[in-house]
């Protein structure tokens, strides 16, 4: 079992092997995420479902209430937000999770070695006990509503991984950027709640013109994302398939593009941070 | 316990640093944008540095190999490469076996979390498996001997039994190859003691070590080899003690300059910058003479005011024994201070010590702070001199101190 070092030099392959030899290592950081935050908390777990349904509260209050906009088509506007709210969450926190992985970790980074994608993953396996606590909620609101999903629930997951790969791959590319660019420390925190208002999060797509709609909102992957994920457990209509496939594709370019720029880079962190 | 086979194998090892010299140089990416766009083919001004260059050495399995040499010789940035934090420039590695490194005591350990889930977070982070740490779990607690505070958050534990804990994990991994850097500097002599001994089980289980320190007592009495580096390349490898003797020749420091030494510990709010050596007549020296009295002048800058400063000097043998510790705390002889600079003195009395080379510790504390501590941070000699004026002195072997001594014959009185 000889190891070889050498230098290397532009792109590397992801050697998914090792990441799984450190398999330990992703499910105790994930461990420490979860633990760390609600711990010294006087509510303590409640936040993970306090969290959501106050938010959603806060845009159902902004969008249906005070801006008065039309509900949505097929289900109501509280579960609606709810849902897509919860989707945003995922995306976002994730995002913000990977993108400072490198350099909130840097003490760890600079002193030990393991496979650097850990700490991002570790980022998402966090989000992702949040978005089950969360999706419990979801469940139990749509009982309450008496919304039932129909088949279409069986495309879940593929909403799900969609939001993921685009986050994740986001948030590895601004990781691999902040390394040498702290900019995109104060950059994020501008355009991520930006993309919560350019996206069908609290209102629906229908609420734009279609002219404007088809040109230039769709091309928004998250807008199909929240679409089709609405539209897997609520029901509500879905958006043009051309322009499912385009989110899928950019999906699928931005992870792979990501993963591989932090690998790029990744041999420079512990020199630079 | 070495066998004929390699465990590592460094063929050429070469790592380069680039320190931007131009003071344009872009910290924001609108700037790196804008600049590249003004001017595409400009050319950055940097300075390439070798931290590193052209190290080759092998070391077989269950050998312990010390590695020594000066600040900034390059001995970190090796194990740095070695335990894949940072990629080498030019070379190549060979590891046969697992590697565990440690390049601090405690990497990971979080404040909030108990020292039950510190264990655990912190083997992983040592690459340890779940499984194993669950193995090892009872034997890592009784060598720390924090079994009743398992529960308790870290950030409740006293210094002491932090480093204590964190050592228990790191002794206590599996892997064939282990990199150790200056981990044995740490905790009261007691514990100590036992980390040495830990590291001689670890070595006579037929482990391979590499070691850096500047224990030249761990040195000599735990490595089978040592190498030296000197300003990035390796000068020497071979018999240890005759590795340490190499090290010790190699010092030239008269006047400590403090400020380029990042290997510190403390808050940074005073910061010792020079510190000197002089005789009674206020010259810096580089030597002194045996049971003549001198002084240690610590110039200090700080950032804040503070009261009740206590300065400590301690007096060490090259291999890292100490002799004096003169710590102004025990003497009631703190001060108070302005920010801004200054320098604290020392007046020692003389120090019994045969003529040899010593180092001196610095430390700045005060009210349960540490605002400064630098290790080695000047060696002097104390230089054969006409002590009792008979051009007779005694050689090493009769001992470390020289003792101002007077015989007299007590003759019975008769009647």
């Known amino acids: 079992m000889a190891t070889v070092l050498r230098p290397t030099r532009g792109w590397v392959a992801i050697d998914l092997a090792e990441l799984f030899r450190f398999r330990d290592l992703l499910l105790e950081f994930a461990n420490r995420d979860v633990k760390l935050r609600y711990r010294q908390t006087l509510l303590g777990i409640v936040w993970v479902v306090l969290q959501p349904l106050c938010g959603a509260g806060l845009l159902y209050f902004a969008f249906s209430v005070v801006a008065g906009l039309e509900p949505p088509q097929g289900a109501p506007f509280f579960l609606f937000t709810f849902a897509g709210l919860l989707v945003w969450n995922l995306f976002s926190a994730t995002l913000s999770k990977a993108s400072g992985s490198m350099v909130g970790n840097s003490y760890l980074v600079s002193k030990v070695y393991f496979p650097r994608l850990i700490l991002p993953l570790s980022g998402t396996i966090a989000t992702l006990i949040d978005f089950s606590v969360s999706f419990g909620l979801l469940v139990m609101l749509m009982a309450i509503y008496a919304v039932a999903p129909g088949i279409a629930i069986v495309t879940l997951p593929l909403w799900i991984a969609l939001a993921l790969c685009l986050a994740l791959g986001l948030g590895l590319i601004a990781a691999a950027l902040t390394v040498e660019y702290r900019d995109v420390q104060h950059m994020l925190p501008v355009v991520v709640p930006f993309l919560l208002y350019a996206s069908p999060v609290a209102y629906d797509v229908a609420q734009i013109a279609p002219s404007y709609r088809n040109a230039f909102y769709l091309l928004n992957p998250l807008a199909s994302i929240l679409a089709g994920f609405r539209w897997s457990i609520l029901g509500t209509p879905l958006p043009p398939p051309i322009f499912i496939l385009w989110s899928v594709a950019v999906a699928a370019v931005v992870f792979v593009f990501g993963a591989a720029a932090f690998r790029r880079t990744e041999r420079k962190f512990a020199d630079v941070i | ?415």
């Open chain 2, 1 to 415: 316990m070495s066998s004929d086979r390699l465990a590592v194998s460094i063929r050429g090892v070469g790592k380069q640093y680039t320190i931007r010299h131009n003071r344009r140089a872009p910290t924001t990416l609108g700037e790196a944008v804008a600049r590249r766009l003004r001017h595409p083919f400009e050319r950055q001004e940097r300075e390439q540095f070798w931290a590193v260059r052209d190290v080759s050495f092998d070391v077989r399995q269950g050998e312990v190999v010390g590695v020594i040499g000066r600040n900034g010789a390059g001995k970190s940035t090796l194990l740095k490469i070695l335990s894949r934090v940072t990629e080498m420039t030019e070379g190549e590695v060979v590891l046969e076996g697992r590697v565990g490194s440690l390049l601090e005591v405690g990497t990971g350990f979080n404040q909030e979390l108990t020292g039950r889930e510190n264990v655990f977070l912190n083997g992983a982070i040592l690459g340890m498996t779940r499984a194993e740490i669950r193995d090892q779990f009872d034997a890592i607690v009784e060598f720390s001997g924090v079994e009743r505070f398992l529960d308790t958050p870290v950030k409740h534990y006293s210094s002491g039994m932090y480093v204590r804990l964190a050592f228990a994990v790191a002794a206590h991994l599996r892997s064939e190859i282990l990199i150790v850097d200056e981990v044995l500097a740490v905790g009261d002599q007691d514990f100590q003691r036992k980390c040495l001994g830990k590291m001689r089980d670890v070595a006579t289980s037929g482990r391979t070590v590499l070691l850096v320190s500047h224990n030249m007592a761990a040195i000599s009495s735990l490595c089978s080899r040592a190498v030296v580096l000197h300003d990035g390349r390796l000068v020497f490898a071979g018999d240890p003690g005759e590795a340490v003797a190499r090290y010790s020749a190699q010092r030239t420091v008269l006047v400590g300059d403090l400020r380029g030494r990042h290997d510190r510990h403390g808050s940074g709010e005073i910061r010792a910058v020079t510190l000197s050596v002089q005789n009674g007549r206020g010259e810096t020296v580089g030597a002194i003479r045996p049971l003549e009295p001198f002084d240690i002048v610590v110039a200090y800058e700080a950032k804040t005011a503070a009261r009740h400063v206590a300065v400590s000097i301690d007096v060490e043998q090259v291999d890292g024994t100490r002799i004096a510790t003169l710590f102004g705390g025990f003497r009631n002889e703190t001060f108070s201070i302005e920010a801004g600079s200054g320098a604290f003195c020392c007046r020692v009395d003389g120090l019994p010590l045969r003529p040899d080379t010593y180092s001196l510790n610095v430390f700045v504390g005060g009210q349960g702070a540490i605002y400064d501590f630098v290790e080695r941070a000047v060696l002097f000699d104390v230089a054969p001199a006409d002590v009792f004026g008979t051009g007779r002195l005694p050689d090493r072997s009769q001992g470390p101190l020289l003792a101002g001594y007077h015989w007299t014959i007590l003759t019975l009185a008769t009647d």
